[in-house]
């Protein structure tokens, strides 16, 4: 069964805070994506990682950065939250051509 | 840079009414662009609806249907028939046909179908 999973599903923070989220594919996809979805602006690319240790800032990067030691998993990292990092995180990894599995997301909040 | 615009929502329809949510497109960085729906079903991740990869040519999934049209910069979504089942958000998005290529989405549209 092709799946992305993401841990937690929810998640609320401090401001200042450091926050984790994990993203597990058991496809042996080489790229995995991390977007943010905010209401009426659709989905951001944030960072792209075309295999272990290969990443790239997306569009949005500021305030995030992210590790990929196994081809299966790819974290994302925000060292000291901000409000405006209170979003919907949505992993996502593909194999060949522009065909984008995605995970449920993780909603995170930052207070 | 690349971007897509979309019906802004939310769009309610009754069960077994027509509808189509409008996309255009603008790609400047990707000479062949590949155009997507996907959809959001409460709960769960985005999926892919459908997908077409050639101008002038139709996609079609679950009774939804998308022309690529080249000319207009245009990939309308359309169904004849709703469900209250097709209750979502759908998203409209463009990327390049190379593997890991980037995925630009419009804003969604969240679709309510009432019974």
């Known amino acids: 069964d092709m799946k992305v999973t993401q841990m937690p599903r929810y998640l609320i923070k401090r401001m200042g805070e450091n926050v984790l989220l994990e993203c597990g594919q058991d496809?042996?996809?080489?790229?995995m994506y991390w977007y943010r979805q905010d209401p009426g602006l659709g989905l951001q690319l944030i960072y792209i990682?075309?295999?272990?240790?290969?990443?790239s800032e997306g569009d949005i990067p500021k305030g995030y950065r992210v590790s990929r030691k196994k081809r299966e998993h790819f974290s994302l990292i925000l060292d000291s939250a901000k409000t405006n990092q209170t979003s919907v995180y949505f992993c996502?990894?593909?194999?060949?051509?522009?065909?984008?599995?995605f995970g449920k997301g993780t909603r995170l909040t930052v207070v | 840079g690349d971007s897509v615009t979309q019906t802004e929502g939310p769009v309610t329809v009754s069960e077994s009414e027509s509808l189509i949510i409008n996309c255009t497109y603008s790609a400047t960085s990707i000479a062949y662009p590949n155009l997507f729906w996907y959809v959001r079903y409460p709960g769960e991740g985005l999926q892919l609806l459908l997908k077409v990869i050639t101008a002038g040519q139709k996609g079609s999934s679950r009774g939804f249907e998308a022309t690529y049209n080249k000319e207009t910069t245009s990939f309308h979504l359309q169904k004849a028939s709703v469900q209250e089942s097709d209750s979502a958000v759908y998203y409209c998005?463009?990327?390049?046909?190379?593997?890991?290529?980037?995925?630009?989405f419009g804003g969604g549209t969240r679709l309510t179908v009432r019974p």
């Open positions: 496809m042996s996809h080489e790229t």
């Open positions: 996502a990894s593909s194999l060949q051509g522009p065909e984008v599995f």
């Open positions: 998005a463009l990327g390049g046909n190379n593997a890991g290529a980037k995925l630009t």
């Open positions: 990682s075309y295999d272990v240790d290969s990443n």
